[in-house]
């Protein structure tokens, strides 16, 4: 569903993102040039609601918000719930609304619950942005854009990948949390590539939980009982990091076993450059954030003339090849640093 949302839009989404990034390229220029640091405006809050507000991967996304905001001059706050109780984010929006935010941006991680308080903002007045998880095609979620990584996309590209490196044989297929909206088109995905690759390939998906010695563990009972796999692979960040931790522990890449996931967790880089994770694919969390909190002040600043934009934030394969530069920098673009300092780029630029 999420990939039909992307391929009926692509030309829209072209025109928006020339409309919103352009507008907001063409507005900072204008400010710069009036020698400002940004037009007189109120000081407006935006309002960031997290599924998982103390999750790591978060980190880059935050240093985005609170970089931008700097820029503009906007005041910003981050809530929601540290574990995915959806509950806890409509509470936090609804907050948000009574508190009369600027605007508020949220993953849309539930189908059907965020439909109501995204009706109740706009019909307050405050645009709603989604960033990271998006409501699916045809949901009538009213949200403005959608500023993240084609989830269903990255999936399949992932599922090319895995059928490219296996021939036929069992492949796990870890998922912390089935059904949200942040990691099951990924999933939903790459099954579907690996299937069309018409590969003999058996496919078990596993639900991990939501804590990273949980996942350890269920990923590790999963390879106990099926030691004939040919690959794992996962779509989170907390079961990547697992699926390498097994693979190292019982040393499979060295039997042939194939493996990879999600996201730049600090130990998810080590198993890359020790060869027990093939990949694992960046989706630009610093940009969520930055590129979210850009379409809240263009739209504002605006009147709302200019954008929304739905805005792609990438995918980008890591391999044992190109994970040098993450070990090695610590940046804020990472999350691996609080420093605000430019980064100089090293070696040859490649697509």
Known sequence: MVQERTSSSVARRGMLRAAGVGGTVALLGGIRQAGAAAPAHPKWKFVFVNHVTT????????????????????????????????????????????????????????????????????????????????????????????????????????????????????????????????????????????????????????????????????????????????????VDAGSTQGVGEVMQQFKLASKGVHAGGYDLLPRTLQLIQSGDLDFTIDQQAYLQGYYTVMEMFTYLASGGLTGPADINTGLKFVTKESVGPYLATKTRFEGSSDKQEIVPRSGPIKA
């Open 55 to 234: 999750n790591p991967f978060f980190v880059p996304t935050q240093y985005g918000i609170q970089d931008a905001c700097a820029l503009l001059d906007c005041d910003h706050q981050w809530t929601g719930s540290a574990n995915a109780d959806v509950a806890e984010m409509v509470n936090a929006m609804n907050a948000a609304i009574a508190a009369k935010a600027a605007a508020i941006a949220v993953p849309i991680v539930d189908p059907r619950a965020f439909d109501a308080p995204v009706q109740r903002a706009l019909d307050a007045g405050i645009p709603v942005f989604a960033y990271n998880a998006d409501a699916p095609a045809g949901s009538g979620n009213k949200r403005l854009a959608y500023i993240g990584q084609d989830l269903y996309q990255s999936g399949y590209r992932m599922g090319e990948r895995i059928a490219s490196m296996v021939d036929s044989g069992l492949v796990g297929l870890f998922i912390a949390t089935p059904g949200q909206l942040n990691i099951q088109p990924r999933l939903d995905g790459a099954v579907a590539a690996i299937k069309k690759s018409g590969k003999k390939i058996d496919t078990q998906q596993i639900a991990t939980g939501a804590t990273v010695n949980e996942e350890l563990s269920k990923i590790k009972a999963f390879y106990l009982g099926h030691q004939d796999l040919k690959g794992m692979f996962a």
